[in-house]
């Protein structure tokens, strides 16, 4: 009877350290799933190219693809799980999807749809950041809170594509001096830039330059009469992409 409590004892301690030693295998989710979609602007329905796709576990950025030449995107997932897509192109609004990868959506093509947005426009040969054009209280380098509104669209889209520079270029109409144009643009252009730096755009992203008169779109010059409407043309801020 002895011989048998010992060898129930010892059973039970080897038993004890071994799985202390060795805890059990919690099972791996070895399961993997393509993930894929298409993206298409929301408006027309048609597909849209060049978009830069983001995967997202909760806050966790996974990985990043560009679409193909059909708009088409697919990532290699775990099985089971939610995550969040987020697409953004040029002259489009930024947009975020959630998506899951279980079993019954195997296969599936999940549709993201993006709103157009005009963001950028093209003047050969140069592109430009599209906004209202800038006004300045008149003979000063001071600026409205319309312009205000403007600047702040220009920092949210330097902030969207942290890779550009900008060139913050200001013109004037051929009214006037000529050094003093010069002088007032560019003192309106280092307003501009200031503005930018303090919404947390970096300043090496960033040039200003005040042009006076020097640059005219059409031809009003000084011993041409035109009308304001054609001065006017002249008056402008453009933010040209680098």
Same mark, same amino acid.
């Given at each position: 009877m002895k011989? /048998?409590?010992?060898? %129930? /004892? %010892? @059973? %039970?301690?080897?038993?004890?350290?071994?799985?202390?030693?060795n805890p059990p295998v919690v099972p791996t989710n070895n399961c993997t799933q393509t993930l894929s979609g298409i /993206?298409?602007?929301?408006?027309?329905?048609?597909? =849209?190219?060049?978009?830069? +796709?983001?995967?997202?576990?909760?806050?966790?950025? +996974?990985?990043? =693809?560009?679409? !193909?030449?059909?708009?088409?995107? *697919?990532?290699? /997932?775990?099985?089971?799980? &939610?995550f969040n897509i987020k697409a953004k192109a040029e002259n489009y609004a @930024?947009? *975020?999807? @959630?998506?899951?990868?279980?079993?019954?959506?195997?296969?599936?093509?999940?549709?993201?749809?993006l709103y157009p947005i005009r963001e950028f426009k093209y &003047?050969?040969?140069?592109?430009l950041i599209d906004i209202d054009n800038i006004t300045f209280v008149v003979d000063q380098p001071t600026f409205t809170l319309k312009t205000r509104k403007q600047l702040d669209k220009v920092a949210s889209i330097m902030e969207k594509y942290p890779k550009i520079r900008v060139s913050i270029n200001v013109h004037t109409d051929s009214n006037g001096?000529? !050094?003093?144009?010069?002088?007032?643009?560019? !003192?309106?252009? !280092?307003?501009?830039?200031s503005y930018l730096i303090d919404k947390g755009i970096d300043s090496k992203r960033l040039g200003a330059i005040g042009f006076g008169s020097t640059q005219l779109l059409n031809n009003c010059t000084p011993d041409v009469k035109c009308?304001? *409407?054609?001065?006017?043309v002249n008056r402008r801020t453009e933010f040209v992409v680098m």
């Open positions: 011989k /048998v409590v010992f060898l %129930f /004892v %010892f @059973i %039970f301690i080897s038993t004890h350290f071994y799985a202390q030693d /993206v298409k602007d929301l408006k027309s329905s048609k597909l =849209v190219s060049n978009v830069f +796709i983001q995967l997202y576990d909760g806050l966790v950025l +996974i990985d990043s =693809v560009q679409t !193909d030449a059909a708009s088409n995107f *697919s990532f290699k /997932v775990t099985c089971n799980k &939610r @930024i947009n *975020s999807k @959630i998506v899951f990868s279980l079993k019954s959506y195997q296969g599936k093509i999940w549709e993201v749809l &003047r050969v040969p140069d592109k001096i000529v !050094d003093y144009n010069l002088k007032m643009t560019q !003192d309106r252009a !280092d307003r501009i830039l009308f304001e *409407s054609e001065h006017k």
